[in-house]
């Protein structure tokens, strides 16, 4: 069965250092790859996604993802954390069975500190 | 620009009472989605629907009911509630359903306990 795995529940970074949330999905074929971020009371909002082509893509706030097919991973990076990144971050694919459903992983809380 | 409105976003049940989580979206979208989310588990569907009158089940529908009479609304009933229900309830929509050239866009969700 389809899956996507995030390998770790909490990561805690200093402010202004560099950030690597890892995820892995098992699908057959290429999946479609997203990532989302949760902040505290708020509904996910998508910080980037990737379908086919560069295998690095850029999303919103600062944030890229690197898809390797021969990893089956899927990490998301920034260079430099902020304060306001302080929230949850989940990583979901796509699997298509009579429409397109979204499977997300257990997410990755993300701790800043100043 | 509303977008996808629940409500409500706080909610204590006893165990076997009955309540209806309301989802309205104002920007005509076709497909809307349950999730629930229980720490730990990340986000699980529950039910969706793509277009009035067309509802479907997800991988947990179990003691969940939905209907879906119009585009703009999906209300998710709860029959006969059970502690398991606890958890962070969030609606979803989107156009088309098709992922390479749109996203989710989400509730900010409806926290529910049953005690």
């Known amino acids: 069965a389809q899956s996507v795995t995030q390998p770790d529940i909490h990561i805690t970074v200093s402010e202004g250092a560099s950030l690597e949330l890892r995820c892995n999905y098992s699908?057959?074929?290429?999946?479609?790859l997203f990532w989302y971020v949760q902040s505290p009371g708020q509904g996910l909002q998508l910080l980037l996604k990737?379908?086919?082509?560069?295998?690095l893509v850029q999303g919103i706030k600062g944030f890229e993802a690197e898809f390797k097919r021969s990893q089956s991973s899927f990490n998301l990076r920034k260079p430099s954390v902020h304060w306001s990144d302080a929230a949850e971050y989940f990583c979901?694919?796509?699997?298509?069975?009579?429409?397109?459903?979204?499977?997300f992983g257990t997410g990755t809380r993300l701790k800043v500190l100043a | 620009n509303a977008g996808v409105t629940q409500t409500p976003k706080f909610r204590i049940l006893k165990i076997g009472q009955s309540m209806t989580l309301q989802c309205t979206q104002d920007?005509?979208?076709?497909?809307m989605y349950w999730y629930r989310q229980d720490p730990g588990m990340g986000l699980k569907l529950i039910y969706y629907?793509?277009?009035?009158?067309?509802?479907d089940k997800g991988e947990v529908p179990n003691g969940y009911n939905v209907s879906r009479s119009t585009t703009e609304d999906f209300p998710l009933r709860l029959e006969l509630a059970a502690p398991s229900q606890t958890s962070v309830y969030f609606c979803?929509?989107?156009?088309?359903?098709?992922?390479?050239?749109?996203?989710?866009?989400f509730g900010s969700g409806t926290q529910l306990s049953v005690l």
């Open positions: 920007m005509n979208h076709n497909y």
């Open positions: 990737y379908f086919s082509g560069d295998t």
């Open positions: 699908y057959g074929a290429t999946p479609y």
């Open positions: 629907s793509v277009g009035a009158g067309i509802t």
């Open positions: 979803a929509s989107s156009y088309s359903g098709t992922p390479w050239d749109e996203k989710l866009f």
């Open positions: 979901a694919c796509t699997v298509y069975s009579g429409t397109y459903k979204y499977i």
